[in-house]
């Protein structure tokens, strides 16, 4: 079982992220868009998108540096590892509070207003439990352990065996003795990676990079009185014969 759910789980959801790109790429090129409903209602959504994408942003940021920058680094860069957990509790507890707000908005305005609801798909109501569930985790991991509790460092643990993963040269050892509710929220990270592909959040991939550098469009107003239509050739046609 410990093989299965930190060995075979993770490159099976891997997997599933790669070749479920792939796959909507070549057969759903249509629908790889936000699908976005703000000319249906834009009120809650200027304050509830704002929140969740910053928070999303930070979130993202810190599993990262979590996950990815070995203790070895920061020791080596002079940085103290009280100083690293509570900046990282602190920052993670900040952005996970937006993140948590902002997904609390925009849940709610699909449950309120009426025509979003009627353009809300059976998968978005899936991603957007995902998301709450992954947040929920998260932030009783950061809270409720980290902050409030015994506390724990996943960056002995967890994260080496993330980037042992990626190594392939998996250490499922390390997770046995990690608690419960990183556990768990680790499994929940892969399950959403395959997830991903199937939903909205491919249009991350599609950043409009090329508005950095497109010449602008220029208007122009038009002064003077507004010139009058000129006649069609079918009734200039008609005209001439009467």
Partial sequence: MNTVVWIVLPYLCLAVFVGGHIWRWRHDQFGWTTHTSQLLENRILRLGSPLFHLGAFGVIGGHAMGLLVPASLT???????????????????????????????????????????????????????????????????????????????????????????????????????????????????????????????????????????RPYVVYRTRRGPVPTPQPSPATVREATRR
């Fill in 75 to 213: 020791a080596a860069l002079g940085i103290p590892e009280h100083l690293y957990h509570l900046v990282a509790v602190w920052a993670g507890t900040v952005t996970g509070v937006m993140l948590i707000v902002g997904l609390v908005l925009l849940i709610a305005r699909r449950l309120v207003n009426g025509r979003v609801r009627r353009k809300t798909t059976s998968m978005d109501k899936v991603l957007y439990a995902s998301l709450a569930v992954m947040v929920g985790l998260g932030m009783a991991a950061t809270v409720v352990v980290n902050l409030f509790g015994p506390g724990y460092d996943y960056r002995e643990t967890i994260a080496v065996w993330f980037r042992s993963v990626f190594w392939l040269s998996p250490r499922s050892d390390l997770m046995i003795d990690a608690p419960l509710v990183y556990q768990l929220h680790a499994i929940g990270g892969f399950l959403f990676l395959a997830l991903w592909p199937f939903t909205r959040l491919v249009h991350v991939w599609s950043a409009p990079l090329a508005y950095l550098w």
